[in-house]
């Protein structure tokens, strides 16, 4: 069963302007899967068959001449020196486009940096687990709240959502274990196993809570460095997002700590060991997974139109909290407060009427009380409660309004 991904309508476009495209993110979100639908006059040979590894790294003039006009190379971070020989072949002929594609795990530090190798000749796209657009399809799951408790309790992962039968949890320790021992400890000095597991479960007890790296590294027994090496990671793993604090220049001392969430909430349920739903909505962790779940999907949306999200949050000394602020190309600055309710009332959005007042400005809009309720509606002066599913729509309708000024 394939389910369409929204990412795929960006293809056209790039391959007709680039001649090279590489496809990132965390192992399993789909990429070699979107890749060989979408491009199905494109040969595929993936760098995971030792054969193919040996031929490409040993010869790799001889393996791209084997690999004819259009190609997919999965798993490119295996052999990162045909790069070289990639740029030669694409600097002979710059007229011809959608030449290469390549995909690779985000944590590698070659793949980061794939747009200097190729500095002008290439195109990034960074793709995620299922958005919730998605997920419904993959799931013909209905309606803002049972879409939350099927992110968490199945997961996002596209193995997971399409396989009914899957067993979640062994899925997801044998997910960690290739993660950790494969990928990670192959390229990274993390140090104990033991101690970068339990730092990775506790990321999720206290997702959506500011990171106070001090605590982290008391409580897992190991130094402020480490937490920080650990931290970026499982960032550019794609595995966590780490949400900057709001930066502003009118004085107002805020919070410098960012915050941490994941962008696959069934995986911070396993870690967490949230299993059913009545923990999911009514345990103690309810409201910072729906909290984290309404990051992820912004954080989807925006990445499955190539675009990173400009987003923050906002904490003064004061008591002022913001969960979300979004920055569009406009410079309109939109907050938003997330409350896990069906019934959003005024005093929910007291955050929201404080941060009107004190960081006022001209290109600020209405926020937005983010909910479970449908649709939306006014509950107050300058704040709108909004359902999850309305937000999205909204979020994508102006994303689609962005790609449409671009491309004309």
């Not at 491009?39 to 995971?48: C, F, K, M, Q, S």
Request: charged content about 20%; glycine content about 8%.
């Amino acid at each position: 069963m394939y389910i369409q991904r929204i990412l795929e309508k960006l293809l056209p476009g790039i391959l007709a302007t680039f001649p090279c495209l590489a496809v990132t993110g965390p192992r399993q979100s789909g990429k070699s899967t979107l890749l060989r639908h979408a491009l199905p006059e494109y040969r595929y040979v993936t760098l995971d068959d030792p054969a193919v590894l040996q031929q490409a790294t040993s010869d790799p003039v001889f393996f791209l001449d084997s690999q004819g006009e259009r190609c997919i190379i999965d798993e490119i971070q295996l052999a990162p020196g045909i790069l070289s020989y990639v740029k030669m072949r694409v600097d002979a002929d710059r007229s011809r486009n959608g030449r290469f594609v390549f995909t690779g795990s985000q944590q590698f530090g070659m793949i980061r940096n794939l747009g200097d190798s190729l500095a002008g000749r290439i195109a990034l796209l960074d793709m995620l687990p299922f958005a919730a657009g998605e997920l419904q399809q993959a799931t013909d799951v209905a309606g803002g709240l049972e879409l939350f408790i099927t992110s968490c309790l199945t997961g996002t992962y596209p193995q997971l959502a399409i396989t009914a039968e899957i067993d979640r949890r062994l899925w997801y320790s044998s997910y960690i274990q290739t993660y950790l021992e494969r990928d990670i400890r192959s390229l990274y000095d993390i140090g104990s196993l033991r101690e970068f597991h339990r730092f990775m479960q506790l990321l999720a007890i206290r997702c959506s809570q500011t990171l106070n790296m001090s605590k982290f590294a008391t409580d897992v027994g190991v130094s402020v460095t480490t937490i920080k090496r650990w931290l970026s990671v499982l960032e550019a793993g794609r595995i966590i997002f780490v949400l900057p604090p709001y930066f502003n220049n009118r004085g107002k001392r805020v919070t410098k700590m960012p915050k941490i969430y994941f962008l696959d909430t069934g995986l911070a349920c396993h870690l967490a060991g949230v299993r059913d739903r009545e923990q999911l909505t009514e345990g103690p962790m309810a409201g910072a997974l729906f909290e984290n779940y309404c990051l992820q999907e912004t954080i989807k949306c925006f990445s499955n139109h190539g675009e990173q999200p400009r987003i923050s949050y906002l904490r003064t000394n004061n008591g002022l909290e913001v969960d979300l602020i979004i920055e569009w190309q406009n410079m309109k600055e939109l907050p938003v407060e997330i409350k896990l309710s069906r019934t959003p009332t005024a005093n929910m959005a007291s955050g929201l009427t404080r941060y009107a007042s004190l960081f006022a400005k001209s290109s600020q809009e209405d926020g937005l009380l983010l909910c479970l309720a449908d649709g939306e509606r006014q509950i107050c002066r300058g704040v709108k409660a909004i359902g999850v599913e309305e937000y999205l729509r909204m979020i994508q309708k102006r994303l689609n309004l962005m790609d449409a000024k671009t491309d004309s």
